[in-house]
T-cell receptor, first 107, second 122 residues
Framework: DIQMIQSPSSLSASIGDRVTISCRTSLNIHSYLNWYQQKLGKAPKLLIH???SLQNGVPSRFSGSGSGTDYSLTISGLQPEDYATYYC?????????FGGGTKVEIK | QVHLQESGPGLLRPSQTLSLTCTVS??????????WTWVRQPPGMGLEWVGLIYHTGTTFYNPSLLSRISLSVDASKSQFSLTLSDVTAADTGIYYCARVFRQRGNDAMDVWGQGTTVAISS
């Protein structure tokens, strides 16, 4: 099974900050990497698929990058509605696996 | 617009069998580049993939659940279901059903149900 290591596990940031979350995989997953946002009490929401493709309707301040075993999610200009937990997930091989999550909190 | 809705009992005793159903509206379960999955989330913890099913009935399961899990699909009712036997407190959490859509070879969970809370307690 492919292991997913997200970092940091939590961070504090201010409105307008640029925030970057990292995801490292135990094997090369060839950009088969998705990012989800989960707000408290809600279902996860797909933000980025295939490492860097923005899902329809997601604001352009969200972006994804990376290749091989190292990927990142960047929020350029944090907004109040972005406070949430973010998860990476690999779809390269079964079983699909999620990172442990990064909680983005208000500074 | 595609909508998924989970249903099932909220409280079970240890050793009982959990049965959940996901009802899909706005999309057919028969192919179209999509298949269907379950994800669960223990209280205060992260996401755990449970299993997936194609419209053909082909399944893949989380290896940690292999001896207890079964997924099925009924396209005529636009439903797919999860059965988990011999539950313990470790199976407590929110269970989500989701659609998995394949684009350019990458599979992503693009539509989720709201989730249903399952508690296992004696």
């Amino acid at each position: 099974d492919i292991q997913m290591i997200q970092s940091p596990s939590s961070l504090s940031a201010s409105i307008g900050d640029r925030v970057t979350i990292s995801c490292r995989t135990s094997l090369n997953i060839h950009s088969y990497l998705n990012w989800y946002q989960q707000k408290l009490g809600k279902a996860p929401k797909l933000l980025i698929h295939a490492a860097s493709s923005l899902q329809n309707g997601v604001p352009s301040r969200f972006s994804g990058s990376g290749s091989g075993t190292d990927y990142s999610l960047t929020i350029s200009g944090l907004q109040p509605e972005d406070y949430a937990t973010y998860y990476c997930q690999q779809s390269y091989s079964n079983p699909p696996s999620f990172g442990g999550g990064t909680k983005v909190e208000i500074k | 617009q595609v909508h998924l809705q989970e249903s099932g009992p909220g409280l079970l005793r240890p050793s009982q069998t959990l049965s959940l159903t996901c009802t899909v509206s706005g999309a057919s379960l028969n192919g179209g580049g999509a298949y269907w999955t379950w994800v669960r989330q223990p209280p205060g913890m992260g996401l755990e993939w449970v299993g997936l099913i194609y419209h053909t009935g082909t399944t893949f399961y989380n290896p940690s659940l292999l001896s207890r899990i079964s997924l099925s699909v009924d396209a005529s009712k636009s439903q797919f279901s999860l059965t988990l036997s011999d539950v313990t407190a470790a199976d407590t959490g929110i269970y989500y059903c989701a659609r998995v859509f394949r684009q350019r070879g990458n599979d992503a969970m693009d539509v989720w149900g709201q989730g249903t809370t399952v508690a296992i307690s004696s």
